[in-house]
């Protein structure tokens, strides 16, 4: 599938066959093009956790305005980031560079975020926003849909996933076998009102 067919065939699919399973290769596979998602200064602040355990979906169905797709889906993850990934051993963000590179990006990401939680928290964000839509055109290449979400109590899913005390949720995402397909699409803005020439 073509980068302009998987952008426009994705949808926010709600019903999945609950018996499908994706493979081991199929998830290492999504996995292995969703960690090439870029961020800022490499630091690699996404944390992807797959929800596999049954009773563990459930819960977090009850907490999530008992949507189908928590428990249906073949793969639930939850997007997460560590707040503070920039400063846990920066330098092996930076391993393969050059070591005038490196010497000069690991200062520079110390500089940028510290004493700055709404940066680090913009960025956890930004992030996840990224790997998130990685996941859903990759996920359509494979033959998949997918469902980006965020109606869920945050706190509640926070606890039932352990969530430490410097990580933030920011979405889930459901990937599966569709048994339904998404309503018509509700209605698109003129590119004239997103598209801004220069200034507002
Ligand atoms: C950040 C985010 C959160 C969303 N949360 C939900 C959700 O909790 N449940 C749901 O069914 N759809 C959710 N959606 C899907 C949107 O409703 C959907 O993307 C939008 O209506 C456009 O439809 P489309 O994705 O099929 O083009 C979410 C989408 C985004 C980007």
Redesign the pocket.
């Known amino acids: 599938m073509d980068t302009f067919e998987a952008i426009k065939t ?5 019903h999945y066959d609950p018996n499908h399973q994706m493979t081991g290769d199929e998830i290492e596979q999504l996995m292995s093009l969703v960690k090439l998602s870029p961020t800022a200064f490499n630091i690699q602040n996404f944390r992807f956790v797959s929800v596999q355990d049954q009773s563990l979906r459930e819960s977090i169905r009850a907490v ?2 008992d ?1 189908a ?1 928590v428990t249906d889906a073949s793969l639930l993850l939850i997007l997460c980031a560590d707040l503070k990934a920039w400063e846990k051993e920066p330098a092996r963000y930076w391993d393969n560079a050059p070591e005038e590179v490196r010497d000069f990006m690991v200062p520079a990401i110390d500089q940028y975020y510290r004493d700055k939680e709404q940066v680090q928290r913009d960025e956890a964000m930004r992030s996840c ?1 990224i790997a ?1 839509q990685t996941i859903m055109l990759a996920a359509k290449a494979m033959g998949y849909d997918t ?6 109590d945050f706190d509640a899913v926070a606890k039932l996933i352990n969530l430490p005390d410097d990580h933030v949720i920011a ?2 995402v459901a990937v599966g076998k569709a048994t339904k397909a ?2 018509e ?2 209605g698109q803005l003129p590119i004239d009102e997103i598209l801004l020439k220069d200034h507002f």
Do not use: E, L, N
């Not at 994705?10 to 709600?14: S, Y």
């Not at 469902?147 to 869920?152: A, K, R, T």
């Open positions: 994705r949808r926010a699919v709600k999530s305005w949507q797709q926003g998130a469902c980006p979400m965020d109606g869920f979405m889930f998404a309503w699409r509700p």
